[in-house]
């Protein structure tokens, strides 16, 4: 099975900072990558789809961007209401593995 | 608008069943694949079980394989994960999502997530 590794496991950065997070897949999955966002004690948010595609309703801070291996998650400008744990996910074919996520909080 | 209600969680004895169903409305549940997730406290996401839009084509992780099914009833728009031989490890909240695009393939991000249940497997 594809194994998803990312990195930071967490980051803590001042507001107006931009963030990037990487996300590495064990083989290829081409642009079958997924972001999630999930606050404490909430449930996971769909934040892109397709690598790169912004969900709708999604502010416009947050970007994708890779193929294949590698990913990355963009905050172009961090905000307080972004402190979350963001997941990326396979879905490429089953199992649609998550990666182990990454904690991001205000510096 | 898409809701999706999952119900069924408890506490459950080693060794013992347990049924969780989701509830959807809001979209044409036929016509979506589902899946079960779940996060054991304080830890991750972990994907669980995939089912096909007509209930035809079933998958599941490992670590729930030979223990745990999925099902679906379009009759009563309603997924479902019967759990058996449960152990602590299974101990999580379970999440009901859908996938985001209607498709006869399950190669799509998943959209709508539900509240979850909780389950706790202890003696």
């Known amino acids: 099975d594809i194994q998803m590794t990312q990195s930071p496991s967490s980051l803590s950065a001042s507001v107006g900072d931009r963030v990037t997070i990487t996300c590495r897949a064990s083989q290829g999955i081409s642009n079958y990558l997924a972001w999630y966002q999930q606050k404490p004690g909430k449930v996971p948010k769909l934040l892109i789809h397709?690598?790169?595609t912004l969900q709708s309703g999604v502010p416009s801070r947050f970007s994708g961007s890779g193929s294949g291996t590698d990913f990355t998650l963009t905050i172009s400008s961090l905000q307080p209401e972004d402190v979350a744990t963001y997941y990326c996910q396979k879905y490429n074919s089953a199992p649609f593995t998550f990666g182990p996520g990454t904690k991001v909080d205000i510096k | 608008q898409v809701q999706l209600v999952e119900s069924g969680g408890g506490v459950v004895q080693p060794g013992r069943s347990l049924r969780l169903s989701c509830a959807a409305s809001g979209f044409t549940f036929s016509t979506y694949v589902m899946h079960w997730v779940r996060q054991a406290p304080g830890k991750g996401l972990e994907w669980v079980s995939v089912i096909s839009y007509d209930g035809s084509n079933k998958n599941y992780a490992d670590s729930v394989k030979g223990r745990f099914a999925i099902s679906r009833d379009s009759s009563k728009n309603t997924v479902y994960l019967q759990m058996s031989s449960l152990g602590a490890e299974d101990t999580a909240i379970y999440y009901c999502?859908?996938?985001?695009?209607?498709?006869?393939?399950?190669?799509?991000?998943?959209?709508?997530w539900g509240q979850g249940t909780l389950v706790t497997v202890s003696s």
């Open positions: 999502a859908k996938d985001n695009t209607p498709s006869q393939s399950w190669q799509q991000a998943f959209d709508s």
């Open positions: 397709s690598a790169s």
